[in-house]
């Protein structure tokens, strides 16, 4: 879902700007982008933003589904912003 936001993404939103996001990537002034991992109790998403302002989230049905995605997204990115630190597969 591309938006710039909804209640879904202010949820998520409001976790990482509060400081309690697992994980964050990116940077919108850098990269153009910036997205982190949040799991919560009852929540296990993963949210962008662009340099726009525009968002797009995902939301997973378990915390582990959640993580791989992630580890697939940094993976990914490391690619195409880092690729001097990127895995070799």
């Given at each position: 879902?591309?938006?710039?936001?909804?209640?879904?993404?202010?949820?998520?939103?409001?976790?990482?700007?509060?400081?309690?996001?697992?994980?964050?990537?990116?940077?919108?002034?850098?990269?153009?982008?910036?997205?982190?991992?949040?799991?919560?109790?009852?929540?296990?998403?993963?949210?962008?933003?662009d340099?726009?302002?525009?968002?797009?989230?995902?939301?997973?049905?378990?915390?582990?589904?959640?993580?791989?995605?992630?580890?697939?997204?940094?993976?990914?990115?490391?690619?195409?912003?880092?690729?001097?630190a990127?895995?070799?597969?």
């Amino acid at each position: 879902m591309t938006n710039k936001y909804d209640a879904i993404s202010e949820q998520l939103n409001d976790v990482a700007m509060n400081g309690f996001a697992e994980e964050e990537y990116g940077s919108c002034s850098e990269e153009g982008f910036w997205a982190a991992l949040i799991i919560t109790e009852n929540m296990f998403g993963i949210i962008e933003e662009d340099s726009q302002g525009f968002v797009d989230y995902e939301l997973h049905s378990t915390e582990k589904a959640a993580r791989d995605r992630w580890e697939d997204h940094v993976i990914r990115w490391e690619g195409l912003y880092h690729p001097e630190a990127a895995e070799v597969l």
